[in-house]
């Protein structure tokens, strides 16, 4: 039964999540007009993510308003492109509203679901869509937001893009088609951002091959204008200004990738097929950069890092539609596990303190958590053979769908392996909100 203190607690608890989920409900019902702008401008269908306050998070409402607008610009004879940008400066998208989604997974809801399902349904069609797609990349982009972007055929980043991945450390796995384009880059690049979730700024989005264009921010407007103004164009066409703008671009212009002195490295360490031989791989070779993506590593949920490192390797000879199939099952064995409601909540202090009294050594019992699930990954993947991912949406049908009975064991139980206290990421809208905090006062 438990102590009635328990019992009121565990009762608030439930009241504040459902609190939070109507919050949330009565805002997409009063706001959503606002959230997205959906424009015809010039030759173009115009797409602006609009919550600067929330770093253009992107929640279910804006997906349901930004699926249908696309189809119809795609069908649309007088729409020869589309561009989609974020406002306030920013951010281009910070990612998917993550708070929403946990809370409502808690209570047992079906945004969480919806919102999965329906963002990769979203991500689909910009990834199949006839019309050149041109996604303006200026400020931070995770997450969901690199779902709205990166399949598109044209991406254009300036000096203030940030790019990465970090759902391992929230226990999640980078999704959004993570599983089709991360293990599409150069060597092993994808596995080592999605594995450590490493951050890309600026020129350095482009030199990955996140990007297909730089562009110096000051300049964005203007090109902007420069696409409406174009008079029925073609591909080409697009793909033309594109570049003239690039060619002009001279910030950081000379500057070397990031990565570049330690990719042969990361080509070997990363070239492992389990997380317990890539570790390994980093502990022998013991250099400085080495250590320092270990000590990253060890801050991770174990699970997503096998799930993720999964998910990689399957999804290096998937089509993209049967990756989102993958990820729509791993979404929602997350969603029936604890690592992810771990890694999002705000008020950790009570984590923390748990966490310090039942473990000594974080690093290592994350890798002894690693040694002991070798064969847990198995039921997140098993059953996607006869499953095929839905074909832009199919009418909303839930059957249509993989639903969470297809899950004969969840893996996701990992909260003593998440190292809670050595966490950086506890949440992406919040890190985010930080880092754009920091940013502002290295400004001033």
Not at 337 to 359: I, M, P, Q, S, T
Request: overall charge positive.
């Amino acid at each position: 039964m438990g102590s009635p203190t328990w019992r009121l607690v565990s009762g608030f608890n439930s009241l504040n999540r459902t609190n939070v989920i109507l919050q949330h409900l009565r805002m997409s019902k009063h706001t959503d007009a606002a959230e997205v702008l959906l424009e015809r401008k010039g030759c173009a269908g115009v797409i602006t993510l609009n919550r600067p306050k929330f770093l253009n998070a992107l929640n279910l409402s804006m997906i349901r308003h930004i699926y249908p607008q696309l189809k119809n610009w795609e069908q649309d004879p007088e729409t020869f492109l589309i561009i989609i940008k974020g406002t306030g400066g920013k951010a281009f998208c910070a990612g998917g509203d993550i708070r929403v989604i946990s809370e409502a997974g808690k209570a047992n809801q079906k945004i969480a679901q919806d919102f999965f399902r329906e963002e990769y349904t979203l991500n689909n069609a910009i990834g199949s869509c006839r019309k050149p797609y041109v996604a303006l990349i200026h400020g931070i982009t995770m997450g969901g937001g690199v779902g709205l972007s990166v399949h598109g055929q044209f991406r254009v980043a300036t000096e203030k893009s940030l790019f990465a991945m970090p759902e391992t450390a929230i226990g999640l796995f980078p999704d959004v088609g993570g599983g089709y384009f991360l293990p599409r880059l150069r060597g092993k690049l994808g596995y080592f951002l999605a594995l450590t979730g490493f951050r890309l700024k600026g020129r350095d989005v482009y030199a990955a091959g996140i990007a297909t264009h730089f562009v110096d921010s000051e300049k964005l407007g203007m090109l902007e204008e420069d696409l409406l103004a174009l008079k029925s164009p073609s591909k080409e066409n697009i793909a033309d200004v594109l570049d003239a703008y690039h060619a002009k671009s001279k910030i950081d212009q000379d500057k070397s990738f990031i990565l570049e002195e330690h990719m042969d490295n990361i080509n070997s360490w990363f070239s492992a097929n389990t997380v317990e031989q890539i570790i390994e791989n980093l502990q022998q070779d013991g250099s400085s950069f080495a250590l320092e993506q270990l000590k990253i590593i060890n801050k991770m949920s174990p699970t997503s890092l096998k799930i993720t490192l999964r998910q990689l390797i399957e999804g290096s000879s998937k089509t993209l539609q049967e990756v989102f199939t993958m990820e729509y099952r791993l979404s929602q064995a997350c969603m029936g596990g604890h690592d992810f409601y771990e890694g999002v909540r705000a008020d950790l202090f009570f984590l923390v303190a748990e966490y310090k009294n039942n473990n000594n050594n974080s690093n290592s019992n994350n890798t002894t958590y690693l040694s002991k699930s070798k064969s847990r990954t198995h039921p997140y993947f098993s059953a996607l053979a006869n499953i095929s991912f839905c074909n832009e949406r199919r009418k909303e049908k839930r059957e249509d769908f993989p639903s969470q009975s297809c899950f004969s064991a969840s893996i996701c139980e990992g909260a003593h392996g998440f190292s809670l206290l050595n966490c950086h990421i506890l949440s992406l809208n919040g890190f985010l909100l930080q880092e754009s905090k920091a940013d502002e006062r290295s400004k001033k």
